[in-house]
């Protein structure tokens, strides 16, 4: 394991090491390239490095540099390098200020008229710039105030014309003018190059389809396994990777050409200088995230959450501070970038592979290209050595090999789970012989439980509805049109029903009897009106009533008499005739409407209640009529008291009145 892992190391070192070559071996001296010797056609881009004119505090022009009278004596510094990096009187230059650039080549004449170019970078952070006397491209404001000086990115191909016949072509005057007031780097710390306009133009392509062609895969690769996450939330590690791949892009097309700046040209300094650096400082906390989720024994939780919590505190400087404020920090951020990857590579992902696990390998294989490939890179941009940038192929092959890594996982746990499925399978088809007799008796229990479930809450329906309806039958024995109203209504509503008649037999009148319409519900006024006698030999009801036999009737015809509510009208699905008897003595007639098929068990329930009502309304009729024979005895009683007075105050008069006559009668014989 361990030879397998250096031959790895060593065959990428020796990649990185052949593509960092550089052909580029001119330098500046003393603010001159001399090319005189150099067929510009057969070379590719030249690196403009090493030591240019350099006029502090100076904003020159061409013609300053022609007037024998400024007398002006040059400084000789480093380019590419941020200007905070000379010294002058034994004094580091600040990042705020100006000053002007100037660089002299020195080539063969050219025979025809030929365009040539520059290829300019970032330049921190507003430039001017003339070619031979020529103001050719003005980026953002250059100005010695600070006020006035306005910051912009701009990475393009200038092109600039040289004719003979105009004038001499052996020679080209570069002057800039540049100036800074808003970022820590100052100054042309990016590579200019020089060639002809239409290599400057090929390798601008080249290197736009190859950032494009890295933003694809990048894109695709994130969106994979953003996908991936969204099928299986259990695996957090491949939303922290799409997460990751998202910020990559956007350090792509924030850095090196800004390719954002084409698609948003008016685009905020300060906004794309923000996006830049959190791109950069915000990896670590993503990166920590990602592998904590994989390599979670040789990540100690705590640094993980330092990591977490010095990334916030960075993302949160960034966005909250101007670029001149939390630029001073800058040296700070790197160290926490350095030393947070190194940790990450060797303290978590190197230990991972001599412990074996999963993935590990490959991680440590993506992550050391990558950072080897970032470290090559600044390197390159400082100026300490001479290397093409490899930061986006790093790049690439981290997350493609990154990729790959978390996919094999997966595959290999898809691959477990297949093969635990087969075992699983057969062990299922073997149960399966020995349980489905067990199976199929204790489906027959549980049907029988279902059956008996269903049957008691069948009847627990029934005894709560008897329950009910003997309470309103106990509770109204003294009120007849109360008790006949009420016992109506909760019944229909227990079944569900929507329409409901009770009608009582009359018999007032010997001769002719019917049946009297006394509680209603759900009935229109136009129904009470027909219904309000029934005859006794008539209908259903007539029929129910004679033969003494429930009637029920489903799938009602058209005519039939409709239930009617505030948004229209319908015919009943089931009607309901029961007779009101007791020892085969008809007192009434029940009738229910329904929207719905009545159940067996509804037609029973309602049956018992037709019993316990018609008892109910016997007793209640019987003790009317005692009521009423009790009423006419007493007024019978009262009438024969009233009557014994009268005779008894006759008999009383008539003794008075034999009274006189007798003493009359004496008088009379006494006179006589």
């Not at 300053?64 to 010294?87: A, R």
Request: glycine share 4%.
């Amino acid at each position: 394991m361990k030879f397998k892992l250096l031959v790895i190391i060593l065959l990428i070192f020796t990649s990185i090491s052949c593509l960092a070559k550089s052909n580029n071996t001119f330098k500046v001296e003393n603010g001159l390239l001399n090319l005189q010797y150099t067929d510009i056609e057969t070379l590719d881009m030249i690196k403009l490095q090493g030591e240019w004119e350099f006029y502090w505090n100076q904003l020159l022009k061409p013609e300053d540099f022609k007037d024998s009278n400024k007398n002006l004596i040059p400084e000789y510094v480093k380019v590419p390098k941020s200007w905070t990096s000379y010294s002058l009187n034994n004094k580091k230059l600040p990042n705020e200020g100006f000053a002007t650039y100037r660089l002299r080549i020195q080539k063969k004449a050219d025979l025809e008229k030929t365009i040539y170019g520059l290829k300019t970078s970032t330049v921190f952070s507003s430039y001017k710039l003339w070619i031979n006397n020529k103001l050719i491209q003005e980026t953002g404001t250059v100005s010695s105030a600070k006020t006035a000086s306005k910051p912009k990115f701009k990475y393009q191909d200038i092109p600039f014309i040289l004719d003979p016949k105009e004038g001499p072509t052996d020679k080209i005057e570069i002057i800039i003018q540049v100036s800074n007031f808003s970022h820590q780097r100052a100054g042309i710390q990016k590579p200019v190059f020089f060639s002809k306009f239409g290599k400057l133009q090929t390798e601008s392509r080249r290197m736009d389809i190859l950032n494009l062609l890295i933003i694809g895969i990048i894109l695709i690769i994130g969106l994979n396994h953003l996908i991936m996450y969204l099928y299986r939330k259990k695996d957090i590690s491949n939303l922290y990777f799409s997460i990751l791949c998202l910020v990559m892009i956007l350090r792509n097309i924030t850095t090196g050409d800004r390719l954002i700046t084409y698609i948003i040209p008016n685009i905020n300094w300060e906004l794309l200088v923000k996006l830049d650096n959190f791109s950069g400082f915000g990896t670590i906390p993503l990166f920590s995230l990602f592998l904590f989720s994989l390599f979670k024994s040789e990540f100690p939780r705590f640094i993980r959450n330092l990591l977490l919590i010095l990334g916030t505190i960075i993302t949160i400087l960034v966005f909250a501070t101007p670029a001149v404020i939390y630029g001073k920090f800058r040296m700070l951020f790197e160290l926490y970038i350095l030393l947070g990857g190194l940790y990450l590579t060797f303290g978590v992902l190197l230990i991972s592979t001599f412990k074996r696990r999963p993935g590990a390998l490959g991680s440590f294989t993506g992550m050391f290209v990558l950072y080897a490939t970032a470290i090559n890179d600044v390197l390159s941009s400082m100026g300490l050595i001479e290397s093409a940038y490899l930061a986006p192929y790093g790049l690439v092959i981290f997350m493609i090999i990154q990729s790959v890594t978390i996919t094999s996982r997966s595959a290999k746990a898809i691959n477990n789970n297949e093969t635990l499925s087969k075992d699983l399978k057969l062990e299922k088809e073997n149960l399966e012989k020995n349980i489905e007799e067990r199976t199929s008796e204790l489906q027959k229990q549980h049907d029988e439980l279902i059956f008996h479930q269903k049957k008691e809450q069948q009847q627990n329906w029934v005894n709560v509805g008897l329950t009910e309806m003997n309470d309103i039958l106990s509770n109204n024995k003294n009120d007849f049109s109360k008790l006949s109203r009420q016992i109506l209504t909760e019944l229909v509503k227990y079944v569900q029903g929507q329409m409901g008649a009770l009608y009582i037999l009359n018999e007032n009148d010997e001769e002719n009897t019917f049946l009297e319409l006394v509680a209603d519900y759900g009935c229109t006024n136009e129904v009470r009106k027909e219904k309000t006698q029934i005859p006794t030999n008539i209908g259903l009801i007539g029929a129910a009533f004679s033969d003494n036999q429930l009637k029920i009737l489903n799938n009602t015809p058209d005519n039939y008499t409709k239930i009617s509510s505030g948004l229209g009208k319908a015919i009943p699905k089931s009607v309901l005739i029961v007779p009101l008897s007791v020892d085969e003595k008809v007192y009434g007639v029940m009738e229910l409407a329904s929207f719905y098929e009545l159940k067996s068990i509804e037609i029973d329930f309602i049956e018992k209640i037709a019993v316990n009502m018609a008892n109910t309304l016997n007793t209640v009729q019987m003790n009317d009529r005692n009521i009423k024979l009790i009423s006419q005895f007493q007024e019978q009683t009262q009438q024969m008291e009233e009557k014994e007075e009268e005779l008894r105050q006759n008999l009383e008069e008539m003794e008075y009145i034999r009274e006189q006559y007798e003493e009359l009668k004496k008088k009379a014989n006494a006179n006589a």
